[in-house]
Nanobody, 116 residues
């Protein structure tokens, strides 16, 4: 059974930093493209960052230069380092693993709130 478990969310002041983690189990993690998505209240879920297996990370324009996605295949974990956080970054952040077009798994989400 595949599981993706996010952690590291919380409340942070504008300009602050957080690091999210997503621990995977039940899958051959190194083969999957891993991504972070977010969904703010009343808005659609959007892609934040993506990191293919052995490939180059990509970012949405809204987070480029502030967020960094990375993965540790030995620990079956993907990370999202978020710096210089802004109130508009407030959302539930989700981890997704994708292998081809038939296999896609989501975590349960972790809340990030940026507020003074």
């Amino acid at each position: 059974q595949v599981q993706l478990v996010e952690s590291g969310g919380g409340l942070v002041q504008p300009g602050g930093s957080l690091r999210l983690s997503c621990a995977a189990s039940g899958m051959v993690f190194s083969r999957y493209t891993m991504g972070w998505y977010r969904q703010a209240p009343g808005k659609q879920r959007e892609l934040v960052a993506n990191i293919p297996s052995g490939g180059t990370a990509t970012y949405s324009d809204s987070v480029k230069g502030r967020f960094t996605i990375s993965r540790d295949n030995a620990k079956n974990t993907v990370y999202l380092q978020m710096n210089n956080l802004k109130p508009e970054d407030t959302a539930v952040y989700y981890c997704k693993g994708r292998l081809g077009i038939l296999r896609e798994y989501w975590g349960q989400g972790t809340q990030v709130t940026v507020s003074s």
